[in-house]
């Protein structure tokens, strides 16, 4: 199995979802904007118990990027900017989503599964812990060097079944 697809040892699920989405953070003093206009997101999404089969083997699957190089190509090609500028999002999170949700589709095919979630915290999972017991450490966001973004991925429950991208 590739080294980006890790089993999930032990789902640890929350009831903080939606609250940690309403958190402000610069630019967004109400929280994440996405909140109750997705359906990926809270309060619309559904418990991870109803879209996937917990009865039965989930995975994880991550992309990876190295932050910290790409904050040092940003400051050299623009000294004037300040670190958040070099470090925006805008700059370099379509290409982590793209290798995530290429290595998604990839481990799905080779893994014969049907269901993934592309935000599995809108469904009630502590992905900070789940991936912990399984093996995977995510840094926090105030020291973050190298971003993953993460996905779940398993048998979905029957009502659920060939919906490849319901998030």
């Known amino acids: 199995m590739e080294p980006y697809i890790i089993p999930v040892a ?13 958190i402000p953070y610069p ?7 996405n909140y109750g206009t997705e359906d990926r997101c809270p309060p619309h999404a559904p418990h ?32 004037q900017w300040s670190d958040r ?22 481990a799905m095919k080779s893994l014969g599964l049907d269901a993934m979630a592309w ?8 992905v900070y812990a789940t991936c912990k017991l399984s093996g995977l450490h995510l840094e926090q966001i ?6 993953r973004h993460v996905a779940l991925i398993g048998h979905g429950q029957n009502k659920t079944k060939g919906q490849l991208k319901l998030f």
Request: hydrophobic fraction near 30%; include cysteine; charged fraction near 25%.
């Open 27 to 33: 630019g967004h003093p109400k929280g994440c904007p």
């Open 142 to 147: 105030r020291n973050l060097k190298t971003c």
């Open 10 to 22: 032990r789902l640890v699920l929350s009831s903080q979802v939606g609250a940690w989405c309403k």
């Open 48 to 79: 991870v118990s109803e879209y996937f089969d917990t009865s039965r083997q989930l995975y994880i699957v991550h992309s990876e990027f190295d932050l910290s190089g790409h904050q040092e190509r940003m400051q050299e090609a623009h000294p």
């Open 85 to 106: 500028q070099c470090r925006c999002v805008l700059y370099w999170q379509p290409r982590s989503r793209k290798q995530l949700k290429e290595r998604a589709a990839q």
């Open 119 to 126: 935000v599995p915290e809108a469904m009630g999972v502590n």
